[in-house]
């Protein structure tokens, strides 16, 4: 298994609340994407990062900014947390063209 | 840009069907495409990929041809198990997108015994 981990894996969080999801790598992998995953519509990506303080928006970037401070770590935030945002948050790495690795997703709830 | 749609679910078969999942794609250049699985729980994971034309990838019994000339992925595997059921996402990356990939929205399959 790639070596890719995330935190937490749960998390209920109230409206208007900031949160921070990590993700953490082993692999030393150049390209790093944060997307959600809902019901029906399939992944969809909200920020990737292609090193180490480069970054840039996905499909559905509003209300969520990431920052790459470090090769290994990719962190995720909602500034002020939505019920919209409630969903299933997924990490993963790669090298260009080739296979994505996956981490085991973070279950987020916003009340 | 880049697109792939999927045949949609959920798909239900009875232990020993066979299985096909539609896939087709739409993208410039000349893709990698891929197969997913994803288990209850869990994150994706790879099941199997083609990164040129005519290319067959395959993986525990699945098996699916990169088609250039009808742009198509589809994911077959000639006697299903219960232990299939899962969601199955076809996807492709483009190593000239920062190695962005798009996915499909996902098929459920579920084998009854």
């Known amino acids: 298994d790639a070596g890719i981990t995330q935190s937490p894996r749960h998390k209920v969080t109230e409206t208007g609340t900031p949160v921070t999801l990590r993700c953490h790598q082993t692999?030393?992998?150049?390209?790093m994407y944060w997307y959600r995953q809902d019901p029906g519509h399939g992944l969809r990506l909200i920020h990737y990062s292609y090193g180490v303080k480069d970054t840039d928006k996905g499909e559905v970037s509003d209300g969520y900014s990431v920052s790459r401070s470090k090769t290994e770590d990719f962190l995720l935030t909602l500034e002020s947390a939505t019920s919209s945002q409630t969903s299933v948050y997924f990490c993963a790495i790669t090298s260009p063209g080739e296979t994505q690795y996956f981490g085991p997703g973070t279950r987020l709830l916003v009340l | 840009g880049d697109s792939v749609t999927q045949m949609e679910g959920p798909v239900t078969l009875s232990e020993e069907a066979f299985l096909t999942i539609n896939c087709t794609y739409t993208?410039?250049?000349?893709?990698?495409l891929f197969w997913y699985v994803q288990y209850p729980g869990e994150g994706l994971q790879l099941l199997l990929k083609?990164?040129?034309?005519?290319d067959k990838g395959s993986n525990k019994g699945f098996e699916a041809t990169y088609r250039k000339e009808t742009t198509s992925f589809h994911l077959e595997k000639g006697s299903v198990q219960v232990s299939d059921s899962a969601v199955y996402f076809c996807a492709l990356t483009s190593n000239t997108n920062a190695g962005k990939s798009t996915f499909g929205d996902g098929t459920t399959l579920t084998v009854k015994p």
């Open positions: 692999e030393n992998h150049r390209y």
């Open positions: 993208a410039t250049g000349y893709p990698s």
């Open positions: 083609a990164t040129k034309a005519d």
